[in-house]
């Protein structure tokens, strides 16, 4: 019978033809060729935790959590060769024993290292790039089982390419990363009036290192997260507190008043108020992939939107009036996160200073009103959605918003000439291959 894959939210789901799990590279290799000599499509995955149907199939799922290997460090170079299925956890973990860390996390480390990269993956910090900036070359295995070596000098268009690649060109069995020395980080949360921080943003972001706001729906508070690297020695939070704030109330707390505000809609507004006076200020000072990532227990969706950072402020202050003027059932925050430009040609950053502004709803209620409408709001600024989060444009509506778009593609025709890689989704972001038509499908991919 066919395996059933299911996303981390348990909203996205596929019976693939068959899943592969290499060990190698070379094993790797064998599984796409086959897949070739049967003429199925194929989807690389990683641990699942985008929200779209980007890992949907029905032809071969290649599933790389075998292939988490460390395999070279440098440390006076800072470069290290890992096999893409790692896992973030594990990868930060080995760094650190080597005296090294990544430049820069988002809030989880759960995701595969080559599905974080795929989907321009980011952190917080305006001196600081997405994730997939710091690929300094990676390995590539195409449609006929061929390893391809890319990095800047000898393809600078397809270096440019697979840093964020959706998956669409080839599966990627291994990368070099530019790791830094590892650091410690500060990081103070606290609740602040959301006047008093929109009106200082320019400021707040400039002054902290990693600096991020969590605006509160239905109040006018916003939780702020700030961030700064320090040789201080570490001084985690205590049991109780930690306990307190990422056991209770960040997951417990949290899933409990989502429960409740599917119960009762019209109570979202009392309940978020009740949520924002149970949150204090939460120190921790830390080796830094301690200190970004958290646990998520309660689960999600989510639409996510890059725009050009000057917009940052005027954007959540309409996203925020959306919410209270329609009274809109939503508890979860919403997140304003930025970035430094980079030049990955499916970057969402591409180009430009950017500002993430990040809209959630929990599982099982209704979202798409809502991240439609929010949607409606970022296309007026130019808007680039996080290509592993909800959202609803197609390749009509993406492609003016990437000055490398062409360039994309005709790396895609080059190395997936065939359409191999492509799937609902694919098609819908990307459109068809330039090149020939792509290979009959069989079996059907179940969605929601
Ligand atoms: C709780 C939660 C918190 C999150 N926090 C953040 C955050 O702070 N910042 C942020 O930017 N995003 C965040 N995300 C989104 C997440 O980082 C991305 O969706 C990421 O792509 C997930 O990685 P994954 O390993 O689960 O990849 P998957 O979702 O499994 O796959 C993502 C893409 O990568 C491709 N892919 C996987 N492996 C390969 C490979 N070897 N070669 C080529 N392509 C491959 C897949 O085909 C797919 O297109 C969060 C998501 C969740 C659920």
């Known amino acids: 019978m066919a395996e059933k894959w299911r996303n981390w939210a348990r909203q996205q789901s596929c019976s693939p033809t068959r899943v592969e799990r290499p060990a190698s590279e070379e094993q790797l290799s064998e599984a796409l060729a086959r897949a070739a000599r049967d003429g199925l499509r194929v989807r690389p995955v990683g641990s699942g935790h985008s929200f ?11 599933d790389q959590s075998g292939m988490g290997r460390v395999l070279d460090v440098d440390r006076a170079t800072g470069l290290v060769r890992v096999e893409a299925g790692i896992k973030l956890h594990r990868l930060t973990a080995e760094l650190h024993r080597h005296g090294l860390a990544l430049e820069n996390q988002g809030d989880i480390d759960t995701q595969s290292l080559a599905g974080a990269m795929a989907t321009a993956t980011h952190g917080t910090g305006e001196r600081f790039p997405n994730l997939s900036a710091n690929v300094v070359g990676c390995r590539l295995v195409t449609a006929t ?16 390419a697979a840093r964020v690649s959706l998956g669409a060109l080839g599966v990627i069995s291994e990368y070099t990363l530019r790791c830094v020395p590892a650091f410690r980080i500060h990081r103070v949360d606290e609740l602040r009036p959301v006047g008093e921080v929109l009106a200082d943003l320019d400021a707040l972001v400039a002054t902290y290192d990693h600096f991020e706001v969590m605006a509160l729906p239905h109040t006018d508070q916003v939780l702020t997260y700030a961030s700064r690297r320090t040789d201080r020695p570490a001084a985690p939070p205590g049991r109780v507190s930690a306990w307190w704030n990422d056991d209770v109330l960040s997951n417990a707390g949290l899933g409990a008043a989502c429960h409740l505000g599917r119960l009762f809609p019209r ?16 120190e921790q000072l830390d080796d830094s992939h301690r200190v970004y990532a958290h646990r998520r227990r309660v689960r999600f969706t989510e639409m996510e939107y890059a725009i050009p950072r ?3 402020a005027e954007a959540l202050e309409r996203v925020r009036a959306l919410i209270t003027d329609r009274r809109l059932p939503v508890l979860f925050p919403i997140e ?3 970035t430094a430009p980079d030049d990955a040609f499916l970057s969402t950053a591409y180009g430009r200073d950017t500002a993430y502004l990040a809209v959630h709803q929990v599982v099982r ?10 949607e409606a709001i970022m296309d007026e600024y130019g808007g680039r959605p996080h290509w592993g989060k909800r959202h609803f444009q197609t390749s009509g509506t993406l492609a003016p918003r990437y000055p490398g778009w062409q360039e994309f593609q005709a790396v895609r025709a080059r190395l997936d000439p065939d359409g191999v890689f492509t799937n609902d989704y694919l098609a819908r972001v990307l459109g068809p291959v330039g090149a020939a038509p792509a290979r009959p499908r069989t079996g059907r991919a179940d969605r929601p």
């Open 267 to 282: 109570a979202v507004p009392g309940i978020a108020r009740a949520v924002t006076g149970a949150v204090g200020r939460y």
């Open 145 to 160: 089982g061929e390893v391809v070596e890319i990095d800047e000098a000898s393809d600078p268009d397809a270096w440019r």
């Open 310 to 312: 000057v917009h940052a």
């Open 336 to 338: 304003l996160r930025f």
């Open 52 to 62: 779209t149907d980007t890992c949907l199939t029905d032809g071969v799922m290649v």
């Open 365 to 374: 209620a209704e979202y798409e009103a809502f991240f439609r409408a929010v």
